[in-house]
């Protein structure tokens, strides 16, 4: 999979329903980014529980689903 940057840093980066961590994102503001609301957080930890072990400790190169 490669990942291919369309327009602005952050433009529809979040868009296809997929995040890839980039370095600094945490769950809450893909969370408030996405959603609208930084503790629907939960939504995207239980969505990724498998590839999460502690939600304050992500890493560049993950990529989680963003259910609606």
């Known amino acids: 999979m490669v990942a ?12 296809s ?8 994102d945490n769950l809450w503001t893909i969370a408030r980014r996405v ?4 503790m629907k957080y939960t939504t995207i930890y239980e969505a990724n ?13 993950q990529v989680f689903s963003l259910p609606q």
């Open 4 to 15: 291919v940057s369309v327009g602005g840093p952050d433009a529809q980066r979040f868009a």
């Open 49 to 61: 529980a498998g590839q999460i072990r502690d939600p304050d400790r992500i890493y560049p190169g």
């Open 35 to 38: 959603y609208g609301e930084g």
């Open 17 to 24: 329903g997929k995040a890839i961590i980039r370095r600094g």
